[in-house]
């Protein structure tokens, strides 16, 4: 699976757009980004994932570039519940679900 | 219902105890995962079981032993723990592993494991 890198933490404020970038400069050509988060304590939650195209469901959307070296997931309206940990994940789909998760950003929602 | 659960929420034992760790899922997952996390890092794979098969062990040491009896439940038998291996343990599962939009994890809450 791809590496991938994310800033370690990242400040917003409540009601603002959050915008998490990832870099994933090696990845192939069947290999999705996906994005979870982890709200303290708690086990880490489905967000989103995306192999070429935008998408945009419910939580977030999921920006990735045209050369698939990058993704930016975007919380729309950030609450203070929104603060967590966002791991963004580069791996083949379908391979019996093999995740490796980097370190993270510690994302941070002020009021 | 999108729900994995897990017992117990907290445990404390001694290295020279057995005990077990219980996850399960009622959604039709055909996939099962153990995770560990220890403070303030990502989650690290320990086992994944497809179609009740385990498929992946990462080289986790024998004093972890997993156990799938049924596709609805997934056990952690632990024994001779070492205090190092205190942490969060997760449970995940997914719909369909081998299939490209049906294998994303849900996570259930975890254990936190104390070892004395």
């Known amino acids: 699976d791809a590496k991938t890198t994310q800033p370690t933490s990242m400040d917003c404020a409540e009601g603002r757009a959050a915008n998490l970038p990832c870099n994933h400069s090696?990845?192939?050509?069947?290999?999705?980004v996906y994005w979870y988060r982890q709200i303290h304590s708690q086990g880490p939650q489905y967000i989103i994932h995306g192999l070429k195209n935008n998408e945009t469901n419910e939580m977030a959307s999921l920006i990735i570039t045209e050369d698939r070296k990058s993704s930016t997931l975007i919380l729309p309206h950030a609450t203070l519940r929104d603060t967590a940990v966002y791991y963004c994940?580069?791996?083949?789909?379908?391979?019996?679900?093999?995740?490796?998760f980097g370190d993270g950003t510690t994302l941070t929602v002020k009021p | 219902d999108t729900e994995v659960t897990q017992t117990p929420k907290h445990l404390v034992m001694g290295m020279t105890n057995k005990k077990s760790l219980k996850c399960e899922q009622h959604m039709g997952h055909r996939a099962m995962y153990w995770y560990k996390q220890k403070a303030k890092k990502p989650p690290e794979l320990m086992f994944v079981y497809s179609y009740e098969k385990l498929s992946i062990n990462e080289s986790v040491p024998s004093r972890f032993s997993p156990e799938c009896p049924n596709s609805s439940l997934l056990n952690l038998h632990l024994h001779a723990l070492q205090p190092e291996d205190s942490a969060l343990y997760l449970c995940a599962s997914s719909q369909d592993p081998l299939g490209t939009v049906t294998d994303t994890q849900y996570f259930g809450p975890g254990t936190r494991l104390t070892v004395l």
């Open positions: 994940i580069v791996r083949v789909a379908g391979n019996a679900g093999k995740s490796t």
């Open positions: 090696t990845i192939s050509g069947n290999e999705y």
